[in-house]
Antibody, heavy 123, light 107 residues
């Protein structure tokens, strides 16, 4: 059974940093792209970043480019999101999500999601 | 960047009704569109991918159609557990994007 478990969220001051983790199990982690998707309070879903199975390809939303870094450790079956220079508008629930397609970062949807970890940026 | 516009933003319906949600892309995305269902306090759940392919385990009352820029999600015979918010998502190119969501409420 596929399981994704996020951690690392919390309260941080504007300008601060936070690193989120997503522990994966139940599938061949290194074979699938993984994304971070966030949802601000009472708002819709916003895609944040994706990383390929090998870790060699990454993409970011314009809203986080240059501030956030996605990475993965396939030996630990863990996905990360390093968030720097945090702003109030980064406040959201952060979900990690697994690509449904094994052979491409595009085309399919996200077939498994974690339960989310909350990030609050406030002084 | 590709933008997705969903309509309506909310709809009131009764159990047994048919509900149709529309998603329009700002440029052609072939059939690379997914639909999700999200209930309060829960993570989204994949319903349909590649515009019309039903995800394993999803009831057949859910169906998707469309290609290019215009897509629909249809729920035939709405059930109590279907009251939720629905999102479309384009998987054609980066940056990926979601629609604004459609809340299906009980009439």
């Amino acid at each position: 059974e596929v399981h994704l478990l996020e951690s690392g969220g919390g309260l941080v001051q504007p300008g601060g940093s936070l690193r989120l983790s997503c522990a994966a199990s139940g599938f061949i982690f290194s074979s699938y792209g993984m994304s971070w998707v966030r949802q601000a309070p009472g708002k819709g879903l916003e895609w944040v970043s994706v990383i390929s199975g090998s870790g060699g390809i990454t993409y970011y939303a314009d809203s986080v480019k240059g501030r956030f870094t996605i990475s993965r450790d396939n030996s630990k079956n863990t996905l990360y999101l390093q968030m720097n220079s945090l702003r109030a508008e980064d406040t959201a629930i952060y979900y990690c999500a697994k690509d449904s397609y094994r052979t491409s970062l595009l085309g399919g949807g996200f077939d498994y999601w974690g339960q989310g970890t909350p990030v609050t940026v406030s002084s | 960047d590709i933008q997705l516009t969903q309509s309506p933003s909310s709809v009131s319906a009764s159990v047994g009704d048919r509900v149709i949600i529309t998603c329009r892309a700002s440029q052609g995305i072939s059939s690379w569109l997914a639909w999700y269902q999200q209930k309060p306090g829960k993570a989204p759940k994949l319903l349909i991918y590649a515009a019309s392919t039903l995800q394993s385990g999803v009831p057949s009352r859910f169906s998707g159609r469309g290609s290019g820029t215009d897509f629909t999600l249809t729920i035939t015979s709405l059930q109590p557990e279907d009251f939720a918010t629905y999102y479309c998502q384009q998987a054609n190119s980066f940056p990926l994007a979601f629609g604004g969501g459609t809340k299906v409420e009980i009439k």
